[in-house]
């Protein structure tokens, strides 16, 4: 087991990448503490994660809101007694057009995708120590463009500069920060109509789309010490789209 005894934060945890997340980490002996806007779901998937034998609650956090980010951080090293792996994973991405997009649309994307990691990082480093980690989950949108998603690229283009520059500031504590670019993944979220998905997969080089568990096993390398040496860095996880 790699992260036997470690306390992990994940935020969006209640499904699709964030819920994958939750249970590799639990597979490798974390404790786990699972926050989301959707309480309900989010009680439901930390059952899931205590049936791997670890410990697991769900909180309440929307990652844009200062004092819910803060409660979920504080209320995780009360129960753990510290914060070791903090993974910044809730993100939204509504198809907008550009030229009707709102500022509110706009707000609301960059508060949720950018300024939620902001806040989580900050309150979880002040609680780590040694070897901590803080693991972001960006997008190959943050690399190439998407038509519909001009904030959504502005995001996670955000997070990545955000991430080298974060790993620079928390070197000297030993804290590594990384990013994780997932390509097109299987979830509730990204959900499809068949022709669409169709499309998709022919535009992936590995010829199908990436599941929870894909970007998992990466949040899990960059978790354990195998990444020891390796910060500021944002790994595409993407079945080769982005190597065309
Ligand atoms: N699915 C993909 O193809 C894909 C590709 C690249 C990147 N990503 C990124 O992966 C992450 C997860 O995506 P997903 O596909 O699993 O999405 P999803 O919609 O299936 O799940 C997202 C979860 O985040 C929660 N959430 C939404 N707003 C929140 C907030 N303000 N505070 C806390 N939780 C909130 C939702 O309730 C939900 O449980 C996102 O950051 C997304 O941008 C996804």
Redesign the pocket.
């Known amino acids: 087991m790699l992260l036997k005894g470690k306390t992990a934060v994940v935020?969006?945890?209640?499904?699709?990448?964030?819920?994958g997340i939750a249970l590799a980490l639990a597979k490798e002996g974390c404790n786990v503490v699972l926050?989301?806007?959707?309480l309900k779901?989010?009680e439901e998937a930390a059952k899931k994660v205590q049936k791997l034998k670890v410990k697991a609650f769900a909180v309440k956090?929307?990652?844009?809101k200062k004092a819910e980010v803060d409660s979920m951080i504080s209320s995780a090293a009360k129960k753990f007694g510290k914060v070791d792996i903090l993974v910044n994973?809730?993100?939204?991405?509504p198809f907008v057009d550009f030229s009707k997009m709102s500022e509110a649309e706009w707000d609301r994307v960059l508060d949720?995708?950018l300024k939620?990691v902001f806040l989580c990082s900050q309150a979880a480093a002040k609680s780590m120590k040694e070897g901590g980690r803080i693991i972001s989950?960006?997008?190959?949108?943050s690399i190439i463009g998407f038509s519909g998603l001009s904030h959504?690229c502005a995001s996670?283009g955000g997070i990545n500069g955000f991430t080298r520059a974060l790993a620079l500031e928390l070197a000297p504590r030993k804290i590594n920060v990384n990013a994780v670019?997932?390509?097109?993944?299987?979830?509730?979220?990204?959900a499809s109509d068949e022709k669409t998905r169709k499309q998709t997969v022919m535009g992936i080089p590995l010829g199908r789309m990436?599941t929870?568990e894909d970007?998992a096993n990466a949040v899990v390398f960059l978790a354990s010490e195998k990444s020891d040496y390796i910060t500021g860095q944002v790994i595409v996880v993407d079945g080769g789209w982005t190597a065309k």
């Open positions: 935020t969006g945890a209640s499904r699709g990448i964030g819920l926050g989301d806007i959707d779901g989010c956090c929307d990652v844009s994973n809730a993100g939204i991405f949720i995708n939620g989950i960006s997008s190959i949108a959504y996670k670019a997932p390509g097109a993944i299987d979830t509730p979220g990204a990436g929870p970007i």
